[in-house]
């Protein structure tokens, strides 16, 4: 068996530059503020500074507004600040998370038992969600709670920093970083033995990198997305549960399973299909979830360019 994935990342012709902003030197200062103060001076911060970004940031806001039209919704000066008040709020919390504030973040959980009813007949699993939410919080309540080891996908350019905190982070804890920086192939064989080996797999799908992607239709517009978690599954025989962290209010959040999608054991011909039909569906839940939360799509990138 094959697995059909570009054997190096290619850049050229993608919109996301393949790194993801939002960790340099203002979430240093925030992280000491946090340390320090707690969350609430750093919420008081942001109004000014979320107000500067609206202003200068035109690329994003024209991603917003993309986003907005998607829905068919009209945009003015206050929803693209809200909505990179949202999105600052989310950096916020990871911020907490990684200086050990976490426990000031409550969680409710909704169709947990959907990964629990997997991970105890010892097969593996992939956990698949979209930047919508804190999908870092997931990764926080599953360790906690899930007997089974966690590994975490990363394909960031800057994925190697975020290894590196996330370690420290996690050091007592089953979670194990697989850093996607260039060779998929090599990647891809690491997502096969976790599962092989009855461990979860967690991964963002709305993203992607290289040219091994399918158009599905998205928020009534066609959009690019990743195939390669996909055809892993579909070669593993591994179920795909999309999943979902979501802000119910300031510092409350919602972790929510959909239902498992399993793809059908078949022949290399019927395979590409069954495929596309696993990934339409994914698309769909995240168009759910991205409708119920209009303010925390995260893809500050003209999405259906």
Known sequence: MTIKLSSKLKMSDQKWSGKTRGWGLGIKIFLALIKFF???????????????HTIINSNARKAVKQFRRHLGLSTNFFDYYAHFFSFSITLIHKSGFLIGKNRRIKYLTKNENYIENIARTGKGVILLSAHIGNFELA??????RISAKLNILMVERDGKKMKKIYETVNRNRKVNIILSDGEALETALKIKNALQNGEIVAALGDRYIGDNVAEIEFLGEKAKFPRGIFEIAAITQTPIIPVFTTRKSVNVYEFCACEPIEILNSDRKKREEFVFDAMCDFVNRVAEHAKRTPLQWYNYYCFWD
């Open 139 to 144: 990764g926080e309540i599953l360790s906690e």
């Open 38 to 52: 707690g969350f609430i001076p750093a919420y008081i911060l942001l109004i000014p500074v979320c107000f500067v």
